[in-house]
């Protein structure tokens, strides 16, 4: 059997996950409906919403047309967010894919079924996490290859495969499908305006429309993963026993971290250190210097300053994230993250920092993704280093810490009340007590009509 049929027959055979699994996917799944919450606040979430009203425009409820811009729309308000969960040794966001894209598949197809969602979720977090550790996608990210972009079509084909109770061939089919619509990246996205997000919301799309044309009895080239495309097309050479090694016993969705604040997970360890040493004492205000060591693959990427209007450079400039933890430590659950001015006194705390790769810190890469971070104050140096930050595997969230989360993100969007309704909503998903199109309905309301 080839790569994607062993894929196939996994897909189709998915069952309800176990327990423990399932209680891991409901903190994954509230989780993620916090962070899709969160970004229609954020100004590319208000464009996100425009254009799915302009583009639905007409389209009757319920329709194919108004399912795949329900799903991109909602894919790719979950991704922006920045707050979603990740897994370090794949840099693939799984959760923000396939969370919003099951329920939205779910909903129009009006499938109660709490077993049949937990398990295409399940299988959509396997199939996309898998795929992007098998195109070593901590690496191939800094060669403008986007790893969630990349596996988006796959994670969606297996979701939508396993909700339409395709069989093992079907199944198979629809990834091949869906990996010949895989594009590796869209050019540069540090911009105001950037369609980064659209980009990858029409990704996870392309797996719905892999899926149905497989039922419509389309097929691809189910030996597209094992033979040269790859290695041809994209220079990409697949580590196959990645992909199939251990399938359907050991899940790769409990190694699936959750970001504890908005931000580039890259920047995180070395903020949590910083954040450490200032609980243990060292008062902000004394700090005279900071040297932040990080992995050498995330240098460039963090080592720089913002530029107002470009949500991306404050996302990712680990000076800003270092300022920020130091003096406004409630901002970091700011989804929007693009302020119109930056306070004197944050700039003048960035100005203090310096940003440095360290070799010695690659030891557990890419499993593990640690910084080291030395201060001075009037009372001499300081030193911390973190291997893990609060909601990685090692460092777990529990229900508690993941549903104050979600109320810090969901609270600048919804009332109180409608916070604790829609959390009920999302506690009862997996349990049957509610479904997809309820939750829906509670968390994006129709768009409006354009002016």
Not at 41 to 55: F, I, K, Q, S, T
Not at 210 to 231: E, I, V
Not at 282 to 299: E, G, M, N, S
Not at 342 to 356: G, K, L, Q, S, W
Request: include cysteine; glycine fraction near 8%; charged fraction near 20%.
């Amino acid at each position: 059997m080839t790569a994607l049929e062993i894929l196939g027959a996994f897909v189709a055979r998915s069952g309800a996950p176990t327990p423990h699994l399932r209680d891991i996917l409901e903190l994954h799944v509230i989780d993620t409906v916090g962070a899709w919450i969160a970004s229609m606040a954020a100004p590319e979430g208000a464009r996100l919403l425009r254009w799915r009203a302009d583009a639905g425009e007409g389209a009757a409820p319920g329709s194919l047309h108004w399912l795949r811009l329900d799903l991109a729309t909602h894919c790719a308000l979950a991704r922006l967010s920045e707050a979603d969960d990740i897994h370090l040794a794949s840099t693939t966001t799984p959760g923000a894919i396939v969370v919003p894209g099951a329920v939205a598949i779910a909903a129009a197809l009006r499938n109660g079924d709490p077993e049949a969602l937990a398990a295409a979720m399940t299988a959509g977090y396997e199939v996309m996490v898998r795929f992007g550790q098998a195109i070593d996608g901590p690496s191939v990210l800094y060669r403008g290859i986007w790893p969630t972009y990349f596996t988006a079509p796959l994670a969606i084909a297996a979701v939508a495969a396993r909700l339409l109770d395709l069989d093992a061939a079907q199944c198979a089919h629809a990834l091949a499908l869906a990996l010949a619509r895989s594009a590796p990246g869209f050019g540069h996205h540090n911009l105001a305006t950037t369609s980064r997000w659209l980009a990858v919301g029409q990704a996870a799309e392309a797996g719905l429309v892999a899926a149905l044309a497989a039922r419509a009895g389309f097929t691809s080239d189910l030996g597209l993963l094992d033979g040269g495309y790859l290695p041809a097309v994209f220079n990409l050479k697949p580590d196959m026993a990645v992909v199939t090694e251990g399938l359907g016993e050991r899940f790769r969705l409990e190694e699936v971290a959750f970001k504890p604040w908005c931000g580039a997970r890259q920047t995180m360890a070395a903020t949590q250190a910083l954040i450490e040493i200032i609980g243990s004492g060292a008062a902000a205000d004394t700090i005279a210097r900071v040297t932040a060591f990080v992995l050498p693959p995330h240098h460039r990427m963090v080592d720089h300053g913002i530029v107002v209007g470009d949500r991306a450079s404050f996302l990712t400039s680990l000076p800003y994230r270092l300022a920020l933890a130091a003096l406004a430590p409630h901002a970091a659950f700011d989804v929007a993250q693009a302020p119109s001015h930056v306070p004197d006194r944050i700039r003048a705390f960035m100005d203090r920092i310096a940003v440095a790769p360290d070799q010695a810190l690659l030891a557990e890469f890419p499993a593990r993704w640690p910084a080291r971070v030395e201060i001075t104050t009037p009372s001499g140096r300081t030193e911390r280093t973190v291997m893990d930050v609060p909601g990685d595997p090692a460092r777990p969230f529990d229900k508690g810490a993941v549903r104050a989360k979600f109320q810090r993100l969901a609270a600048p969007v919804l009332t109180a009340e409608a916070c604790e309704r829609t959390l009920a909503c999302v506690f009862g998903l997996l349990r049957g007590e509610t479904n997809a199109a309820e939750l829906l309905q509670q968390i994006a309301p129709r768009p409006p009509s354009l002016p």
